[in-house]
């Protein structure tokens, strides 16, 4: 182990001896180096894939932005040998185009090339990974780059959406659904039918919009919670922001899940309540349509996405009351429950629209990348930060280390936070 202990910190001091910075000879072959020989007013692109490496150069400005293509996913330095990462080809091209070296001997920040390190990848699942396994090496090995801010994430385009002329880049989800809701409430007012009890209530622009921003959450995680509930009848009736099914005291009230049991039944559904003895409480448990068991009890309750659900159908709750009826210049549409009505104003939104949806950096041609992820004067960067080291540590240590039990918790625990997820 010393041995080679030995040949990995040679190897690492080799990897950074090179001619200086106005002699790029010792450099990585598929390094595209930039003109500027001032650190400070460098950028090196980190980009997942040999052939939006090449897009990437081509819409790049060559006097300071510089491209690194990195082939296929890098090694997780969380679970590898240091002599092992040393030998990982991709992580040497890294190291040596950074210029800093690695390592507590070796690592010298006034020799770093590039006083933006730019990560790039793909806005799908793949190129999460690729962008927690570069997070990884840095927090690992340059960890004082993040600590001085020069490590950047990219933000490619999500979306596309073009009508007629005029086109728009959209990062994320979120954005998408809110420029589509944006688009189709212009022009637009819904009037609710109270269920049929009292006067018609009509919202329209921003408040309008806030109800379908709600809306649209509360159809997701409602589809999470079918996922464990198998049935939507019982999402329906647990969404019902007139019951007590929030805390643990709350399942501890007999009478509480009672009103549950009425509600159940309504919707034909089979319930029956039992006592949870172990924890003081009581449960309904109900056969789904492959006849197995399901409960409702503290268990569920404690869930996140159950708990974001009770709180967005409180929120929705005071507009949640069908027949639904869009009003548009002189057209009138009515929808008898919200899923219709979300259905109906999305379409509405897209319509005489074109909408592309990028999976990866390569779907772009040169000028839509720099325009949109490249451009200084156009683009979004996110800084990377350590704020908690401590809390850091653990998070890297989980998520990329040898604990699959932890992992899986971990996941479990905040799958709910994570966004910009790939289906």
Same mark, same amino acid.
């Given at each position: 182990?010393? #041995? ?40 090196? !692109? ?92 840095? !927090? ?35 954005? %998408? ?33 806030? %109800? ?38 709350? !399942? ?48 569920? #309750? ?21 027949? %639904? ?84 918790? !971990? ?13």
């Amino acid at each position: 182990d010393a #041995a080679r202990a030995r040949e990995a910190a040679r190897k690492a001091r080799d990897l950074t001896r090179r001619k200086g910075a106005l002699d790029s000879g010792g450099l990585p072959g598929k390094l595209a180096d930039c003109q500027e020989k001032d650190p400070e007013r460098c950028e090196l !692109f980190l980009v997942e894939g040999e052939s939006a490496g090449g897009t990437a150069k081509q819409g790049r400005d060559r006097r300071f932005q510089a491209i690194l293509p990195l082939k296929g996913k890098i090694l997780n330095v969380e679970k590898a040998r240091y002599d092992k990462m040393l030998g990982h080809e991709e992580i040497r091209c890294l190291i040596t185009a950074i210029g800093t070296g690695i390592g507590k001997d070796d690592f010298d920040a006034a020799k770093l090339r590039y006083g933006k390190i730019i990560i790039m990848t793909d806005a799908d699942v793949d190129g999460s990974h690729i962008r927690t396994l570069l997070l990884t090496f840095f !927090f690992r090995h340059m960890q004082e780059l993040i600590l001085r801010g020069n490590v950047f994430i990219a933000q490619p385009p999500l979306y596309r959406i073009k009508k007629g002329k005029s086109e728009k880049y959209i990062k994320d989800e979120k954005e %998408f659904t809110r420029e589509i809701m944006r688009r189709a409430t212009e022009n637009l007012t819904l009037e609710i039918g109270k269920n049929g009890k009292g006067p018609k209530a009509t919202i329209e622009a921003g408040e309008l919009r806030n %109800f379908l921003m709600s809306l649209d959450e509360y159809d997701q995680i409602s589809s999470k919670v079918e996922r464990k509930l198998r049935d939507t009848r019982v999402v329906d009736v647990l969404s019902m922001p007139s019951l007590h099914i929030d805390t643990r005291a709350d !399942f501890a009230e007999r009478a509480n899940l009672e009103q549950v049991m009425v509600e159940l039944r309504t919707a034909q559904v089979k319930p029956e309540l039992k006592q949870d003895e172990e924890h003081s409480t009581w449960v309904i448990t109900y056969h789904d349509s492959t006849n197995a068991e399901r409960q409702i009890g503290i268990e569920l #309750a404690a869930r996140p996405e159950y708990k974001r659900l009770r709180t967005l159908a409180k929120q929705i709750g005071r507009y949640n009351e069908p027949p %639904f009826t869009v009003v548009k210049s002189e057209s009138r549409q009515t929808s008898g429950n919200w899923r219709d009505l979300l259905s109906y104003v999305k379409n509405e939104g897209k319509k005489d629209s074109s909408v592309q949806r990028y999976k990866g950096l390569g779907e772009m041609n040169a000028e839509q990348l720099a325009e949109t992820t490249m451009n200084p004067e156009k683009r979004t960067l996110l800084k990377v930060r350590l704020e908690d080291a401590v809390e850091s540590e653990e998070i890297f240590s989980t998520l990329m280390g040898e604990d699959v039990e932890s992992r899986r918790k !971990f996941i479990e625990e905040n799958a709910l936070e994570a966004r910009n997820l790939d289906i």
